[in-house]
């Protein structure tokens, strides 16, 4: 019905996109990133949904500027031609590089923690035939997928209250035991996970109704902040401080936790089901990144897409070292937060030439 | 367009057959899960690592019709012990099913457990049910003892040492509750003490591992573990059995069974001159009773109530001075000071609060029925 229509995406649509672009590789790991600030940390989560909230509103503004546009042409409005598509270029390679680090990320854990006798060749090829087939169904396929992800894996939240049982509550308190080096630390380390409802700026022109754009995506931001922030708080309840800056994937501990008769090893099950999560949040940003292919390219090509998996498959298959990797996985999310920046700069860049449009006239 | 993605996708697969491994997969039957694995001390670099793993009803032989296998290494590292029973078994040894872990005496006052148990904690295969338990004697003697009333020692410990109500007479620790109370500052690891006489291994007690030093410093029986294990906030503990008149030459016996208990305790946030007010209160059903009292008078069986409130009174009071010459914090006393505590919290601080803090102790004993007889 919505084939040839430009604008597919209803508020559902928007709100679950934007969830599941949050929600990926980054929450397995999110007490364990924000552990400099100890048993203070479960609150930080709601102070991310707040900064979240603050740097969407320049995102919004600048897209309600450029009603029919994604990033990549306003780039190319702003900036220049050349600039514009310079900056385009390295914006494909973010969110391809994202993809491609998210995919790592999660085939290397289900490696070690369900597969260790494979190597993850084959599961990346079916990552990757599913992963393409999400995307060629285009934004609303990936908006429905989202959808259907969120609500398969929300029901693993069941699984907190073995930690919350097991946890101590008393460990809310002191409500601030971190000095603001500690703070900082653990904002920059885990902010990342907040990383993906910049996305907005790609999928916007598809946004049925943009004036509601940012309450839609708020609910989005708000949904996983949530999530993120009962994950949190059972994870300082159930560990000591000691476990939460040393274990790296501390929900696949809490899901460990778990005892059911009728089965035994939840964490398994936990980590497989996480392919969902992975999938939604990778397709979003390969998807972000054949936009921006097209628009480099000036045509929308099916085949592009293709390029991209296979450049994801080369990125994820070679086995670079662990040193390499680190810096690689840690400088891509810098650059996400200078993404999130980046409509500050346009803005300042737009009103300037808007205001020297209006002094000629 | 279709036509050469299809023969590029044709080629990249035809490629890719070269990216498979040199050597098969595990099938399941050159895999052997280990079960219960026992690890007892040597000297201060050497252990004897012993694993037992259960046989498949299909591979006992007419010869061999054991149901257990048990295997031991002399090693210095888990892992390198786990290769060297790999090559003894033929098997390839897998950590998936690990159910107890057994340390000797020996090894748990020698403060090595932690390093072991972090290796485990750390391995993904692991699951987070590992039991951790201390044994009197050697570990590898209570795997390979001959039990004759038991058809597989590894079905029998495995249940031994599942939380039931009638042997919850402390907490049973796994190897995340290990962890845990081992890297947390203000606890002190409380973990059960197997004995074994003639027969079966029996739970005997609990040992406390020192946060500190990481040794085992003591070794509670089994009324003194229960009692923390109230302390600690567990609604249900398994019948308490006791002697009312101690000291006296007359014995007054009662047995209590279905206990619920409740504890509450506060601080007074006074790190410099800690003060805790410890309530415990159970209810109970009194199942068994030999002395002069006659039940049926109320007046008799309040009395009661309140000796057999007095004698827990008297034997808490007595555990918190043992814990305080110990400098040792099992129940968690010190959380309720690093709770209002700016700063970093330390061992040494728990260990402060324990030795100086003064205990206000109230014990309830509320019995709530005596069976369906007057």
């Given at each position: 019905m919505h084939i040839n229509q430009v604008k597919k995406l209803n508020g559902y649509h928007v709100v679950f996109l934007v969830q599941s672009s949050l929600v990926g590789v980054g929450l397995l790991s999110m007490p364990y990133l924000i552990s400099p600030m100890g048993f203070s940390q479960w609150w930080l989560p709601l102070v991310f949904g707040i900064v979240a909230n603050i740097t969407l509103i320049p995102m919004i503004w600048l897209l309600k500027q450029y009603k029919n546009h994604n990033i990549y042409t306003i780039n190319e409005k702003l900036l220049g031609k050349w600039l514009g598509r310079f900056v385009n270029l390295l914006l494909v390679l973010y969110a391809t590089a994202f993809g491609a680090s998210l995919i790592e990320r999660y085939l290397d854990l289900v490696q070690v923690s369900a597969l260790p006798d494979k190597t993850i060749i084959g599961s990346l090829i079916f990552f990757l035939f599913l992963l393409t087939y999400i995307i060629h169904g285009g934004i609303k396929s990936i908006a429905r997928f989202c959808i259907m992800t969120f609500f398969l894996t929300l029901p693993m939240m069941y699984f907190l209250q073995w930690g919350y049982v097991d946890g101590e509550i008393s460990h809310m308190l002191p409500f601030y035991t971190f000095t603001s080096e500690e703070f900082v630390k653990a904002f920059k380390d885990g902010y990342v996970t907040m990383i993906g409802y910049e996305l907005i700026l790609v999928y916007y022109p598809y946004v049925i109704h943009q004036q509601k754009a940012f309450k839609h995506v708020s609910i989005g931001i708000w949904i996983s902040c949530i999530i993120y922030f009962l994950v949190t708080f059972v994870a300082v309840m159930f560990f000591s401080e000691w476990q939460l800056a040393n274990i790296l994937y501390p929900i696949l501990k809490l899901l460990k936790s778990v005892e059911m008769s009728f089965i035994d090893r939840v964490d398994v099950m936990g980590i497989s089901l996480w392919v969902f999560l992975v999938l939604s949040t990778t397709s979003v940003y390969i998807w972000a990144g054949k936009k921006g292919l097209d628009s480099l390219r000036s045509n929308n090509k099916t085949y592009h897409l293709y390029i991209l998996a296979i450049i994801l498959f080369i990125v994820v298959a070679i086995p670079f070292s662990d040193s390499f990797e680190k810096i690689w996985h840690s400088s891509i999310n810098y650059v996400g937060y200078g993404i999130i920046l980046w409509p500050n700069l346009l803005i300042i860049i737009h009103l300037i030439k808007f205001r020297k449009r209006e002094s000629v006239k | 367009m279709n036509r050469s993605f299809l023969l590029t996708l044709s080629f990249s697969v035809l490629m890719i057959t070269g990216c498979a491994g040199e050597t098969r997969d595990t099938s399941v039957e050159h895999v052997a899960l280990v079960s219960v694995m026992g690890i007892d001390y040597i000297d201060e670099k050497n252990m004897k690592l012993t694993v037992a793993i259960p046989v498949p009803t299909g591979e006992s032989t007419a010869e061999n019709t054991k149901d257990t296998q048990i295997f031991s290494t002399e090693t210095k590292l888990m892992q390198e012990g786990i290769i060297d029973i790999s090559s003894q078994a033929d098997k390839r040894i897998k950590?998936?099913?690990?159910?107890v872990i057994m340390f000797d005496q020996k090894f748990a006052e020698s403060g090595k457990m932690l390093s072991v148990l972090e290796n485990l904690y750390r391995?993904?295969?692991?699951?987070?049910?590992?039991r951790i338990v201390v044994v009197k004697g050697s570990s590898e003697k209570v795997l390979t003892a001959d039990y004759t009333e038991e058809p597989s020692i590894i079905s029998y410990l495995i249940t031994l040492m599942r939380p039931q109500i009638n042997n919850t007479y402390g907490p049973f620790t796994t190897i995340h509750e290990f962890m845990y109370a081992q890297t947390n500052p203000v606890l002190d690891t409380l973990i059960p003490y197997l004995e074994k006489e003639e027969s079966l291994p029996k739970v005997a007690g609990m040992a406390l591992i020192d946060s500190?030093?990481?040794?085992?410093?003591q070794k509670f029986n089994l009324e003194q573990g229960k009692l923390i294990h109230s302390l600690q906030g567990t609604r249900e503990i398994p019948p308490f059995s006791f002697n009312l008149s101690e000291n006296s030459s007359e014995e007054e016996r009662v047995v209590i069974d279905l206990i619920t208990s409740k504890s509450k305790i506060k601080g007074n946030k006074n790190i410099n001159d800690p003060h805790l007010t410890v309530e415990l209160k159970f209810n109970g059903a009194l199942t068994e009773y030999l002395g002069d009292k006659d039940l049926s008078n109320g007046e008799d069986f309040a009395k009661l109530e309140k000796q057999i409130g007095e004698h827990l009174e008297n034997h808490t009071i007595d555990l918190l001075n043992e814990l305080s010459d110990l400098r040792a914090d099992p129940v968690g006393f010190s959380e309720k000071f690093r709770m209002y505590y700016d700063g970093e919290w330390t061992e040494d601080l728990t260990e402060q609060i324990v030795s100086t803090a003064q205990f206000d102790v109230t014990v309830e004993m509320k019995i709530l029925n005596v069976g369906s007889l007057k």
């Open positions: - | 950590l998936n099913g690990l159910e391995d993904p295969t692991v699951g987070g049910h590992v500190n030093s990481k040794e085992m410093i």
